[in-house]
């Protein structure tokens, strides 16, 4: 009864340095999302993979990269982290990506990054 | 961007019933209208869709005006826990990339005791 795990929950990087957010679902969705809220915003689409294999640009992709390792797991790279990264962090999973008429999202609880 | 239009921030009493305004003046005929909140420290939870009909589960109520170009979430008992941030947001049947939830700032509903 997990839904959507993110980890780490917090986590603190100096600039320029590298670290990878996990995330994975046990509700056999095709679809993942990762998203990111700073303070006093909506949250913001990075990046998008609609079924296994598959991976697009959100409106905010530039420095992250994803990898979709299996169905259930979808991570996040921040090659050399900046200060402007500092947010919160939140993995979605969905169904119907295709025809997403009856179907909700699940979000994890978020990954909260600090980067001095 | 945004499709819809929300008040920044409203207030209820505990046990009053809370009507949450949701402007979508350019809705298409393929989008439904979701709604998600989201509690404080959490990630957004799903609370209620539809297309053209009234809705209705456990947690909420949703009224869709006849031209679809405004709805109404409503929740019948606000309690402290209805505290929180509710997006209202337009998501395409069409799917695919159209279909990706984009949010707005929402409405921060406060409630007193």
């Known amino acids: 009864n997990a839904g959507v795990t993110q980890t780490p929950k917090f986590q603190v990087l100096k600039t320029g340095q590298s670290m990878t957010l996990q995330c994975a679902q046990d509700?056999?969705?095709?679809?993942m999302y990762w998203y990111r809220q700073d303070p006093g915003m909506g949250l913001r689409l990075i990046y998008y993979?609609?079924?296994?294999?598959?991976?697009d640009k959100g409106e905010v992709p530039n420095g992250y990269n994803v990898s979709r390792l299996n169905k259930r797991e979808f991570s996040l790279r921040l090659e050399s982290a900046a200060p402007s990264q500092t947010s919160v962090y939140f993995c979605?999973?969905?169904?119907?990506?295709?025809?997403?008429?009856?179907?909700?999202?699940?979000f994890g609880s978020g990954t909260r990054l600090t980067v001095v | 961007d945004a499709k819809t239009t929300q008040p920044n921030s409203m207030e209820s009493n505990e046990e009053e019933p809370v009507h949450l305004p949701c402007n979508h003046s350019?809705?298409?005929?393929?989008?439904?209208i979701h709604w998600y909140r989201q509690l404080p420290s959490q990630g957004p939870e799903y609370v209620i869709h539809g297309l053209t009909s009234n809705v209705n589960n456990r947690m909420a109520s949703l009224a869709i005006a006849e031209d679809r170009k405004s709805s109404t979430l409503i929740l019948h008992r606000a309690t402290l826990r209805d505290a929180a941030v509710y997006y209202c947001?337009?998501?395409?049947?069409?799917?695919?990339?159209?279909?990706?939830?984009?949010f707005g700032k929402g409405t921060k509903l406060s409630v007193k005791p």
């Open positions: 993979s609609a079924s296994e294999g598959t991976t």
């Open positions: 979605a999973s969905s169904e119907g990506w295709e025809f997403p008429s009856n179907y909700g999202y699940t």
């Open positions: 947001i337009l998501r395409d049947t069409l799917g695919g990339s159209q279909g990706n939830l984009i």
């Open positions: 509700m056999n969705h095709n679809s």
């Open positions: 350019t809705i298409s005929g393929t989008d439904y």
